[in-house]
């Protein structure tokens, strides 16, 4: 039993609580189904995070450290504001428990990435399981002790979108987007027994308004921009334009990092390379400028860039990617910095209809000639491309897949990877009518450039995921493990793609 008596508890669902050492880790760990055993889960994939002895979070997803410092900012006691784990949390619940807040990218498995996975690989998720288990472990306690729950997060629209299902996990507040503005008022409302709003939506960024973290962020994730505002249909950055956090602010987040003995950390941003900029243009003195300052920051082996865009990249010369490459290996040389980027489909057509944004400053040029250029650039500048690819779009022909199977071809002759994932739709209206692309509406055409992604990957993920590993610190032992089980995972992915290839010559 933890000594603290803490008003609010804040907690992240399991599969982003876990204690991941690179980002592949934490991708991985969030994307599995019961497809894989429980226990395989818990030991190897998404081991658990440790708590101080009274109950702290040694790291916390980056959404619940924004929380805590923006309470702690408004005038929170430490001791009154607490970042925990699942295991932890019924420790730290009792009468003294005013406000859960509860965090999930996925928390109903409707994310497009984590859907294609459920398609193929059958099974629950286990963001969404988990999530069920821990607000429904809640239940009793809530009932006895009268708390609020709060739930937020990357996912908190697909709560929005089924109010009925978040009433039954006992959730009071349903809140989306950033926390800094509307946040700590409503805390202090329900602290005070005020009948909160069962929604809240925050549509800005509020770069402005962040605080700095009090602790250590999962994975290491050091937040840089905030929003993306290319207009993506699918995405709920889409219509939020981009803001930037101050470099101050950025680097003390790095040092506390760093001070909790985190080596390897990650970009969180949806475009790096648009750091510093206004609208789609980049800023290069502005983003040299930052890393320069990280990179004098000791103790840092290197950062992982999660995401960035095809049109900002494009924008850079080679000297001028080579140099960012230079500036963002510190201790240890990563062989693999990999930059994971979104294709989406080679048609022009399609991206423009449903990207309008993605084009940036090149509007009226072809898009797979722009991949191509990006890949060899990116390549040439010591970056490795992994790129995304979205399955079923609406208005999707056939000669749409195959234009997209001719890029896969000219990619797979180079060195990146490539994940396609089967579109789903984020607005209400679309998802009820069924546009969302499954299993049962896959031609043989999709299943062959899904396949071709795939024999990509099964060659060269391995290495980028045991480089990444190597460079966080990640032990021998563990690597191997998981080198071991990514094997067996590759022939089991190819026996799905006989299965479904079966089926679809049935149908
Ligand atoms: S470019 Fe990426 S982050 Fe930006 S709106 Fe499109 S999908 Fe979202």
């Known amino acids: 039993m933890s ?44 081991p658990r995070q440790p708590t101080d002895e009274s109950g702290r979070a040694t790291a916390a997803v980056l959404g619940l450290r ?25 420790s730290l619940i009792g009468p003294w428990t ?67 299902r978040a009433r039954q996990l006992g959730i009071d507040v349903i809140f989306e987007g950033f926390f800094e503005r509307q946040g700590p008022a409503l805390f202090l409302d329900i602290l005070a027994g005020r009948t909160p709003p069962a929604h809240v939506v925050e ?64 970009s969180g941003s949806e475009d790096f390379f648009r750091y510093g900029s206004t609208g789609s243009r980049v800023n290069f003195a502005a983003l040299t400028g930052l890393l320069e300052q990280m990179r004098r920051v000791e103790g840092l082996s290197f950062m992982q860039i999660d995401h960035a865009n ?39 057509e399609l ?10 400053p090149f509007a009226g040029r072809d898009w797979a000639g722009m991949v191509l250029e990006s890949a060899d650039l990116m390549q040439q500048a010591g970056f490795f491309p992994v790129y995304s690819l979205i399955l079923g779009l609406p208005g999707e022909t056939l000669t749409d897949i195959e234009q997209t199977q001719r890029l896969v071809d000219h990619l797979a002759r180079t060195q990146a990877v490539i994940f396609p994932i089967f579109y789903e739709p984020i607005v209400p209206e679309s998802r009820q009518q069924g546009a969302g692309f499954t299993l049962s509406k896959m031609r043989p055409e999709h299943l062959r450039l899904f396949q071709s992604c795939y024999e990509i990957n099964f060659r060269l993920v391995p290495r980028l995921f045991a ?38 010559a049935k149908s």
């Open 3 to 46: 000594s603290l008596r803490p008003a609010i508890v804040l907690v992240a669902d399991r599969t982003l609580s876990g204690q991941y050492r690179a980002l592949f880790e934490g991708i991985f760990g969030t994307m599995q189904t019961t497809s894989v055993p429980e226990f395989m889960m818990r030991r190897l994939l998404s």
């Open 66 to 90: 924004r929380v805590e410092s923006a309470l702690l900012a408004e005038g929170f006691a430490r001791a009154d504001v607490v970042c925990t784990t699942p295991e932890t949390l019924p």
């Open 98 to 164: 005013k406000i859960v807040g509860f965090s999930s990218s996925d928390p109903l498995g409707l994310a497009m990435s984590n859907s294609t996975t459920v398609n193929f690989c059958g099974g629950r998720l286990y963001t969404e399981l988990w999530t069920q288990r821990l607000l429904e472990s809640l239940a009793d306690a809530k009932r006895r002790h009268g708390f609020s729950i709060v739930a937020g997060g990357g996912g908190a629209w697909q709560l929005a979108q089924n109010p009925q």
């Open 203 to 266: 549509s800005q960024p509020l770069a402005a308004l962040a605080k700095p973290i009090a602790g250590a962020s999962a994975m290491g994730v050091i937040e840089l921009s905030r929003g993306c505002g290319k207009g993506c249909e699918f995405c709920t950055s889409g219509h939020r334009a981009m803001e930037h956090l101050p470099p101050a602010l950025i680097l003390q987040d790095l040092r506390t990092n760093v001070a909790a003995g985190i080596s390897a950390v990650v």
């Open 310 to 348: 095809i049109s900002s990249v494009l924008q850079l010369g080679l000297g001028e990617l080579r140099e960012v490459r230079r500036l963002l290996s510190w201790g240890r040389a990563s062989e693999y910095l990999w930059v994971n980027m979104g294709i989406e489909s080679a048609s022009t």
């Open 351 to 360: 991206v423009t209809r449903h990207c309008p944004g993605k084009f940036g």
């Open 467 to 504: 480089d990444n590993q190597a460079c966080a610190g990640v032990s021998w032992a563990k690597r191997t493990l998981v080198q071991m089980l990514g094997k067996s995972e590759v022939m089991l992915w190819r026996r799905r793609f006989g299965r479904i290839a079966r089926q679809i």
